[in-house]
Structure formats: C-alpha cells, structure tokens
Nanobody, 115 residues
Framework: QVQLVESGGGLVQPGGSLRLSCAASGIIFSINIMGWYRQAPGKQRERVALSFRGGSTNYADSVKGRFTISRDNAKNMVYLQMNSLKPEDTAVYYC?????????WGQGTQVTVSS
C-alpha cells in the first residue's frame, strides 16, 4: 500500500522559512519523480517543484530562488525548504509521486504566511 505523509506545515510570518517533509512507503522511491504541489483557496492545484531520479530539479517561476526541493533515497524522504515566504505562498501543500502512469498524493499540509 502506497503512502505519502507530509509534515512541517504551519503558520509563519512573511519573510520566514519552513521545511516540509514527505515520507514515502510502498513505492520504489529512487526511480520515481517526486514533487510538491499546492492549492490555495479558490484556485487550482499547481506544481511547485519536482525532483527527478537523475538528480535534476524543476521549479515554478513563482518560487525559483526561494524554494529548494531535495530527496533522500535511502530514507524515502523528499523535502521542500521554503525561504522568504510570502502571503501568496499560503496554500495546502501536497507531496506527489509519479512513475509512468502510477501517481500518488499525500493528504496535504497547510502552510499559512501571515503577520
């Protein structure tokens, strides 16, 4: 059974930092594309960052230079370091795993950026 479990969300002031974690089980983690997506109230879910099995990464323009995705294949973990957070980063953040047509989602973790 595949499980993706996010943690690390919370309330942070503008300019602050948070680190999200995603623990994966039930998949061959090292060969999957792992990603972070987010969905703000009233908006569609959007891709934030992707980590490919070859080590390359991809970021949405809105988070480039502020967010960093990383993965630990030995621990089946993927992380999202978020710096210089803005109110517009407020959303539920979801962990995603993709291999071919097999796609899985975590339950999401809330990130709120507010003073």
């Amino acid at each position: 059974q595949v499980q993706l479990v996010e943690s690390g969300g919370g309330l942070v002031q503008p300019g602050g930092s948070l680190r999200l974690s995603c623990a994966a089980s039930g998949i061959i983690f090292s060969i999957n594309i792992m990603g972070w997506y987010r969905q703000a109230p009233g908006k569609q879910r959007e891709r934030v960052a992707l980590s490919f099995r070859g080590g390359s990464t991809n970021y949405a323009d809105s988070v480039k230079g502020r967010f960093t995705i990383s993965r630990d294949n030995a621990k089946n973990m993927v992380y999202l370091q978020m710096n210089s957070l803005k109110p517009e980063d407020t959303a539920v953040y979801y962990c995603n795993s993709l291999f071919g047509t097999e796609e899985y989602w975590g339950q999401g973790t809330q990130v709120t950026v507010s003073s």
